[in-house]
Nanobody, 126 residues
Framework: EVQVVESGGDVVQAGGSLRLSCAVF????????IGWFRQVPGKEREGISC???????IWYRDSVKGRFNISSANKNLVYLQMNNLKPEDTADYYC????????????????????WGQGTQVIVSS
């Protein structure tokens, strides 16, 4: 059984920063990828960043490149540092874990992730 718990969501002004944390617990996560997704009401949940636990390969959605940074602090903890936040970054943010696959094109799809956290809300005010 794998458990995923996010934290760190808050209300922040545009241009500010937040760091989200994702704690992942379970058996043999060495071959897993940890992804961050976000969702606003009425829209699909979209992948924004992902890190492969085994080789450290990282992927970012274009809209967050240069502003967001994903990192793995240790075996069980992944961070998403979000800088220069914009009102359009307002969403519920979710962390998810899934088995690693070749390449990075799959990382933006929720279909490839099996275990999900409950979400944490980020509100960016203008």
């Amino acid at each position: 059984e794998v458990q995923v718990v996010e934290s760190g969501g808050d209300v922040v002004q545009a241009g500010g920063s937040l760091r989200l944390s994702c704690a992942v617990f379970g058996s043999s996560l060495d071959d897993y990828a940890i992804g961050w997704f976000r969702q606003v009401p009425g829209k699909e949940r979209e992948g924004i960043s992902c890190i492969k636990r085994g080789n450290g390969v990282i992927w970012y959605r274009d809209s967050v490149k240069g502003r967001f940074n994903i990192s793995s602090a240790n075996k069980n903890l992944v961070y998403l540092q979000m800088n220069n936040l914009k009102p359009e970054d307002t969403a519920d943010y979710y962390c998810a874990a899934g088995p690693t696959r070749p390449g990075t094109s799959w990382m933006k799809s929720r279909l490839f992730f099996d275990y999900w956290g409950q979400g944490t809300q980020v509100i960016v005010s203008s």
